[in-house]
């Protein structure tokens, strides 16, 4: 009985284990959207293709362009071809897709 009771309280007494603490939540890690990439999302959220300006981030231009795929619509987009791309985003809405490309 001595050895019993000695033993429920060498338990109740003994320190926590680590492995009993809480768990520490790993931080947030902020997804960085590019600029190109927010303005092609709100494009397709407003179903319109438009410069919507706030300026070009480190580019010197932008473009924009719509078409039925990803690819045709950032071809569609103002200068393709002619200037460096340095950003370019794309957002679906239903059927149609909408671009955005910042260029150097």
């Known amino acids: 009985m001595k050895t019993l009771a000695l033993l429920l309280l060498f338990i ?3 320190p926590n284990s680590p492995a009993q603490e809480p768990p520490q939540k ?3 890690i902020a997804k960085v959207v590019s600029l190109a990439q927010r303005k092609a999302d709100r494009m397709a959220k ?3 293709m438009r410069h919507w300006g706030g300026g070009f981030g480190k580019g010197r231009s932008e473009g924009v362009g719509v078409g039925s795929t990803r690819d ?3 071809r569609n ?3 393709w071809g002619r200037r460096k791309a340095i950003d370019i985003g794309a957002a679906l809405n239903g059927r149609r897709w909408y671009a955005c490309v910042i260029y150097k």
Do not use: L
């Open 12 to 14: 109740v007494a003994a």
């Open 26 to 28: 790993s931080p947030a």
């Open 77 to 79: 987009c103002c200068y």
């Open 46 to 48: 407003c179903r319109v």
């Open 72 to 74: 045709r619509a950032i």
